[in-house]
């Protein structure tokens, strides 16, 4: 049977068992535009979606068949899908703020075992932009963290272990460094920290490690206080600050740069892109949009096709603009570390014995007390 008669049959099937509804998953697959396809022959597709508009149009009102189509691409479906009568409201599911990812925690520990000190209100501020998959995902990560220190029951510590796993990758304890990296690593993350802690418009320094992790031999993580749609300018800039940290302080110390922190120029990059051309922030280049992009970002990956709609003249003028702003923040941040080059030294020499400190520790080192003293 094709599949353009399996969907009458499952219409004639929910007619007769109905009330009900119709669920399709991922309905982009075969609600594509008709006709976009390269070179064509996709017949089987188009015949299965004229099916789908042919029953969607033959329903009395008097029926009880609702369908409901999921899809990560409502651009590119075909528009007749669209039309009164057949998908004719649309609801946007975004990624859950704190209060829906609470809730999802709460469905997710159902069926596991968790320790009476594990904190759910914790845990949602701890996660933002996760999705329900990812929760999900963390906490199945953290009974495996539990599991393999033979513990029945998950704690606080195996879902933040968890939690540095699912943002950062796989702890690589047996990666070896040689003790003149590790400094390097040392100094370029508390690099990022420094500049994090005197920008005004950037979130808290949350962790500082030193342990190879995914790609990285390091990383620094700051965590926003709350859920945040909007970034201010003043914020990118101050971002963009934190990401030159890095390479600063290698270059402040060692008076040698590495190509370490081709991740951290990178990022800077797309967001000195992003003010310019995207936000309008540039006073220079004012407030219009520059590049066509075919917008689609999927699992956090940008499939955009950025394509030029400015001239010869202006793309120079984009690329000298994104440099500037780049050498501007390059140059703030380096007073920064110039200016508490002594809490550089003393809190890179910390992480090297600590390997880890998180954002307590810092703030203690920061104020001249060290963490032992306080807790004693
Ligand atoms: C390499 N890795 O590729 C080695 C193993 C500068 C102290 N030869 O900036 O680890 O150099 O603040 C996602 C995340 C590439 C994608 C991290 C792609 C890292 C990370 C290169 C620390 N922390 N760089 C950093 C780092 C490297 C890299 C990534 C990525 C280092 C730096 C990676
Ligand atoms: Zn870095």
Redesign the pocket.
Known sequence: MGWASRVRDLFQQAKKVQPCIIFLDEIDAVGRQRGAGVGGGHDEREQTLNQLLVEMDGFDPKQTVIVIAASNRPDVLDPALLRPGRFDRQVVVDKPDIKGRRAILDIHIQEKKIDKDLDLDVIAKRTPGFTGADLANLLNEAALMAARQGKKIIQMTDVEAATDRVIAGPERKSKAMNEKEKE??AY??VG?ALVAKFCQNTDPVHKISILPR???????LQLPQQDKYLMSRAEIEDQIKVLMG?RIAEDLKFQMI???????IERATELARGYICNYGMSERLGARKYGKSQGYVFMAKDYSDHSKDYSEGTAREIDEEIRRLIDVCYAEAKQILIDNFDKLEEISKEILEKEVLDGKDFEALLSGVSSESESV
């Open positions: 390097i690593v370029h993350e990022h995914g790609r990285a031999l390091g990383y620094t890095g590495t190509s370490g922190a081709s991740n951290d």
